[in-house]
DNA sequence: GTTCTTTGCTTCGAGTTCGAAGCAACTGAC
DNA sequence: GTCAGTTGCTTCGAACTCGAAGCAAAGAAC
């Protein structure tokens, strides 16, 4: 293994965390002056209200959304404050909370959503042609695929039972 | 204005908003344990060391790697008190510090890049072939040209009225 | 020169984030 | 059944982040 990433792989890494980093910011602050919700908020929220049910366990909210579950408790438990989700437990598993979105939270989803795009659309794929966002899909996908079927370096350093 | 993007466009956000953050995880993770630092450190000293005088202005380094003045205030006094780094007033304008990096943090630097080049390949190159990364590189640039010539949004400087 | 505005950085307070520790519910081995 | 181990979520403490407010130096207008 090369001790240095070529030029070009470089390069791609700065404008991925570049470009990311922008982004992010542009969308939380018209996140913030069309809703005010956060993206994490944000990102909850849409994957709610993409369930068929409209809901979602706990842990697979946090997995979904790359977050950590101390702060999934703390941010359910300001959408449920806000009363934009409800939590209720599960009654096959006593443990397991179930998050569902509320008629307010879809209210607050739709009223947020267009800028939401709009800021996507003018910042990510301006520059970018109907191909060019066919082909960055095409090779986003399988690194995505990639990196959700690598575990976490350091969380398997166990044996199996000997 | 669609009120919605088309579902290769959603598909080539999602990804990029999760690549980046799982990848951003895992390079958390090995940064805090090669060297005990962050990656926003990590990156403040990676700049400072790619510079040719191996220092910058404070603001300069925030527009970097986009993060806010007073975080990086904190930051640039935690990675002082480390004595990872030194700052110093300029003497052509009293106002602006400048931040230079250190042997230690040269040290530093150069003690967690290996593992940092490790993930990096392992992650996101890994599926991807040589003319991929090249290709993902030639997308990428542009938006990021893109988003660093566009205004943040709502952002007009406090003018005088009128 | 004086005054108004902008720029560069820091301080402050409020809110957010994470990991570790804790607790209850499920599972498996016996 | 019991007991150990796992899983799902929450609580806690410490650290990080941001924007607003503050201050001093630099620049512009006159």
Known sequence: MS???DP????????LIEVTSLLRHAVEQQLKEAGDISYVQFQLLARLGDSPTGSHRMTDLADGVVYSRSGLTYQAGLLEKAGLVERTTSPDDERSVTVTITDAGRALLAK???GHVEVVSGL??????????????GLLAPVR??????????AAPRRRKG
């Open 3 to 5: 001790p240095s990433l």
């Open 8 to 15: 070009v792989q470089l390069g791609a890494y700065f404008d």
């Open 112 to 114: 947020v959503l267009p």
């Open 124 to 137: 990510l794929f301006e520059p970018l042609s109907r191909d060019d966002v066919k082909a960055l899909a």
């Open 145 to 154: 695929e990639h990196m959700r079927a690598t575990p976490p370096r350091s």
